[in-house]
């Protein structure tokens, strides 16, 4: 079995590049449409919560700096 190579256009026609543009806003909306619940909890299950993982500095942490 071979490998397939993509090769990305690094120039496009502005008409070409909106074109893409709504393609990816399309298909952005239709994966949000399927998966968006699972998305959002992903990414709030990755993101530390405030405080939790960076201990806040007070008053008298910056007096060092």
Known sequence: MSMRV???VTYLRPEDAY???EFLD?????????Y??????MLQQ???R???EIPSM???DEAMF
């Open 58 to 60: 007070g008053d008298d």
């Open 26 to 34: 399309q298909l952005r909306d239709m994966l949000m449409a399927s």
């Open 46 to 48: 990755a993101t530390p």
């Open 6 to 8: 993509n090769k990305i």
């Open 50 to 52: 405030q405080g939790s």
């Open 19 to 21: 074109t893409l543009i």
């Open 36 to 41: 968006g619940d699972e998305v959002r909890t």
